[in-house]
């Protein structure tokens, strides 16, 4: 069975623009969630979908936002960026919710200029 | 407030030697506790998942314990290898709910093995 994926794995952008980051589950997994990782902060919750609806969100600004579609995949987008953004984007999947295994994909490194 | 801590922040050790992580944590209800190991730039991966009746659970060269009384884990390496340089963190998922926002996260240990 294939692993999460996430694309793109690697991507620079400049102050102001916005990206999207796109995670797919592991076949049959309906919960993903998504993890700012940054080497001071550490692995920060970003926000569940399950079942294509929101279930909670971590303490982000506004500017943070995602969605899930049907097939489970899940999209985040970050608009307005600001160099803070620059990390380790995390996506996780879970059969069901979060709350027992994940299993969490490569990660997309984003650097903002 | 929930939290996790660990240490210690980074370790190096000589290939071959053993080596223990510790994490503390303050999580409350508690639901299980799970250890992932996380390569440069990669994704974390599972070693293993404990629930409060469970003291030890091993994974190959990897062992972890748990004391639910003193709310305290530790994850034993033996025999170390070059591959088990990664970064080592320690997640404890509060009961109720069962969603990603019940989950609290150690910052991790940085272990780096020599040769």
């Known amino acids: 069975k294939a692993g999460v994926t996430q694309t793109p794995r690697y991507l620079i952008k400049t102050r102001g623009q916005q990206v999207t980051l796109s995670c797919s589950p592991i076949s049959g997994h309906r919960s993903v969630s998504w993890y700012q990782q940054t080497p001071g902060q550490g692995l920060q919750f970003l926000f569940e979908?399950?079942?294509?609806?929101?279930?909670n969100k971590g303490n982000f600004p506004g500017r943070f936002s995602g969605r899930q579609f049907s097939n489970s995949r899940s999209e985040m987008n970050v608009s307005t960026l600001e160099l803070g953004d620059s990390a380790l984007y995390l996506c996780?999947?879970?059969?069901?919710?979060?709350?027992?295994?994940?299993?969490f994909g490569p990660g997309t490194r984003l650097l903002v200029l | 407030k929930n939290q996790v801590e660990q240490s210690p922040q980074s370790l190096i050790i000589l290939e071959g030697k053993n080596c223990t992580l510790q994490?503390?944590?303050?999580?409350?209800?508690?639901?299980?506790l799970r250890w992932y190991k996380q390569d440069t730039g990669r994704g974390p991966v599972s070693l293993t998942i404990?629930?409060?009746?469970?003291n030890t659970k091993s994974n190959g060269r990897y062992t972890a314990t748990l004391d639910a009384d003193t709310k305290q884990s530790s994850l034993h390496i033996t025999a170390s290898q070059l591959s088990d340089s990664a970064s080592y963190i320690c997640?404890?998922?509060?009961?109720?709910?069962?969603?990603?926002?019940?989950?609290?996260f150690g910052k991790g240990t940085h272990l780096i093995i020599q040769p």
């Open positions: 979908y399950f079942s294509e609806t929101q279930r």
């Open positions: 996780a999947s879970s059969l069901n919710r979060a709350g027992w295994t994940q299993y």
């Open positions: 404990m629930t409060f009746s469970e």
């Open positions: 997640v404890v998922s509060a009961d109720g709910g069962g969603g990603a926002d019940g989950l609290t």
């Open positions: 994490c503390n944590y303050t999580v409350s209800p508690f639901s299980n």
